[in-house]
């Protein structure tokens, strides 16, 4: 599966950034997409995860109301859509599929993109 993440860069605090990940998994709509992101010497961090029907939606604390995750399943992709941007918000993002087809279990990322870096400015 190759997944290629779109959409980063810098933004002022209080900006918005859309990120959009492109999957070349043909069953696509069989799997939960989730983001992650790490900061600079932090570990890599759970942001949001979509079930494969977009009926169960998760966030981390730090993002909810802030964050929205969505997913195309005709065009194979899943955007985070990013308001109100915080500067602790700055860290490369990565795009990822779940393990298994119709899980039902927590997210458990199967394979990863290459990350878009976004960078938010006081």
């Known amino acids: 599966v190759q997944l290629v993440e779109s959409g980063g860069g810098l933004v002022q605090a209080g900006g918005s950034l859309r990120l959009s990940c492109a999957a070349s998994?043909?069953?696509?709509?069989?799997?939960?997409m989730g983001w992650f992101r790490q900061a600079p010497g932090k570990e890599r961090e759970f942001v949001a995860s979509?079930?494969?029907?977009?009926?169960?939606?998760y966030y981390v604390d730090s993002v909810k109301g802030r964050f929205t995750i969505s997913r195309d399943n005709a065009k194979n992709t899943v955007d985070l859509q990013m308001n109100s941007l915080k500067p602790e918000d700055t860290a490369v993002y990565y795009c990822?599929?779940?393990?298994?087809?119709?899980?039902?279990?927590?997210?458990?990322?199967?394979?990863w993109g290459q990350g878009t870096q976004v960078i938010v400015s006081t």
């Open positions: 998994e043909r069953t696509f709509s069989r799997y939960a």
């Open positions: 979509i079930n494969w029907s977009g009926a169960r939606i």
């Open positions: 990822a599929i779940d393990r298994m087809p119709f899980s039902s279990a927590n997210f458990q990322p199967g394979s």
